[in-house]
């Protein structure tokens, strides 16, 4: 059998073989398909804990030299240890349009309190610019988001994010396109005050252990300085921002994301887009339906820096 000796797929002769019965399928050259990538590289080690990537990247066959749009994700896990795996079907479909999806990882509540969290997303942004030559993505299109603890931190992170404030590093941070809040808490001492399937206040709820410990109706003013909301000023100027919120939300109730709507519209910040996920609880098959999908998608589309991406 002769060996081909060329390395490229597109120089690679396509096969002449033929058979009666034999059906046809056109490939689809402009089809996307979104790898979870094994490796799992350590952004940071903090208070002993190393804190991980979990990469979701297109291939895109005759584009590999392409760099992609970067969608940071931070998961939710009430600022508790997170599963990287939990939201990558999530973002499936996101990747197959054709963005690099990082999911990262940052300590636990029980290890360190807020702002650690914050802190560590942004040491992972960091990260992802100084290593970006290893990695199929586009650092002038970068993306925060989260969702429920997790958009709670990305929001934090939104509104200090060019003032050195909540960060414990010093270096600038890159750009950011947008940002994408799912159902995260927005302020925390108002959480105990809405229907919830979860406990709210108490030092070892969610919350509490947030804030250090305390009991969020105790400490109003610390669970306060714990929340998105104390943190975006008059007129700031960010990035596009999209809110997205179940009705029926069981852990986060609906109305944290309408106090973020309203304080961002009294502070004359835009611009900002919020939509409620009519029946849709915490996450789950019913928030992540294709109507999301479709608008986060093309949230991102609309955002990104190059004019000629469809």
């Given at each position: 059998?002769?060996?081909?000796?060329?390395?490229?797929?597109?120089?690679?002769?396509?096969?002449?073989?033929?058979?009666?019965?034999?059906?046809?399928?056109?490939?689809?050259?402009?089809?996307i398909e979104p790898k979870v990538q094994d490796i799992q590289p350590v952004y940071a080690v903090k208070d002993g804990k190393?804190?991980?990537?979990?990469?979701?990247?297109?291939?895109?066959?005759?584009?590999e030299e392409e760099k992609y749009p970067l969608l940071v994700f931070i998961q939710g896990s009430a600022w508790k240890e997170?599963?990287?795996?939990?939201?990558?079907?999530?973002?499936?479909?996101?990747?197959?349009?054709?963005?690099?999806?990082?999911?990262?990882?940052?300590?636990?509540?029980?290890?360190?309190?807020?702002?650690?969290?914050?802190?560590?997303?942004?040491?992972?942004?960091?990260?992802l610019v100084q290593h970006a030559p290893a990695y199929p993505i586009d650092i002038n299109n970068i993306f925060l988001a989260?969702?429920?603890?997790?958009?709670?931190?990305?929001?934090?992170?939104?509104?200090?994010?060019?003032?050195?404030?909540?960060?414990?590093?010093?270096?600038?941070?890159?750009?950011?396109?947008?940002?994408?809040?799912?159902?995260?808490?927005?302020?925390?001492?108002?959480?105990?005050?809405?229907?919830?399937?979860?406990?709210?206040?108490?030092?070892?709820?969610?919350?509490?252990?947030?804030?250090?410990?305390?009991?969020?109706?105790?400490?109003?003013?610390?669970?306060?300085?714990?929340?998105?909301?104390?943190?975006?000023?008059?007129?700031?100027?960010?990035?596009?921002?999209?809110?997205?919120?179940?009705?029926?939300?069981?852990?986060?109730?609906?109305?944290?994301?309408?106090?973020?709507?309203?304080?961002?519209?009294?502070?004359?910040?835009?611009?900002?887009?919020?939509?409620?996920?009519?029946?849709?609880?915490?996450?789950?098959?019913?928030?992540?339906?294709?109507?999301?999908?479709?608008?986060?998608?093309?949230?991102?589309?609309?955002?990104?820096?190059?004019?000629?991406?469809?």
């Amino acid at each position: 059998m002769k060996r081909m000796t060329t390395q490229k797929f597109e120089d690679f002769p396509e096969s002449e073989k033929s058979s009666e019965g034999m059906k046809v399928l056109q490939g689809d050259q402009n089809n996307i398909e979104p790898k979870v990538q094994d490796i799992q590289p350590v952004y940071a080690v903090k208070d002993g804990k190393e804190l991980h990537i979990r990469f979701i990247f297109p291939v895109h066959q005759g584009h590999e030299e392409e760099k992609y749009p970067l969608l940071v994700f931070i998961q939710g896990s009430a600022w508790k240890e997170q599963s990287m795996n939990n939201h990558v079907m999530d973002l499936y479909e996101i990747v197959k349009s054709g963005v690099a999806a990082a999911i990262v990882q940052y300590r636990p509540s029980t290890l360190a309190p807020f702002p650690a969290q914050v802190q560590d997303a942004k040491s992972a942004v960091r990260y992802l610019v100084q290593h970006a030559p290893a990695y199929p993505i586009d650092i002038n299109n970068i993306f925060l988001a989260g969702d429920s603890s997790g958009g709670h931190t990305a929001l934090c992170s939104l509104a200090t994010w060019e003032d050195g404030r909540l960060d414990d590093e010093g270096t600038p941070l890159p750009a950011l396109r947008g940002c994408i809040d799912f159902y995260g808490p927005t302020h925390l001492e108002q959480m105990n005050y809405e229907p919830s399937l979860v406990e709210h206040r108490g030092e070892h709820s969610p919350e509490g252990l947030e804030i250090g410990g305390y009991d969020v109706v105790d400490k109003p003013e610390l669970a306060y300085r714990c929340s998105p909301v104390a943190y975006f000023k008059e007129r700031q100027n960010i990035p596009p921002l999209l809110i997205l919120h179940g009705s029926k939300d069981t852990q986060v109730p609906f109305g944290q994301s309408v106090i973020l709507y309203e304080r961002l519209k009294e502070l004359k910040i835009d611009p900002v887009e919020f939509y409620q996920v009519k029946g849709a609880d915490h996450g789950g098959s019913l928030f992540w339906c294709q109507a999301v999908k479709d608008v986060v998608i093309d949230f991102i589309n609309r955002c990104v820096s190059d004019p000629y991406r469809n």
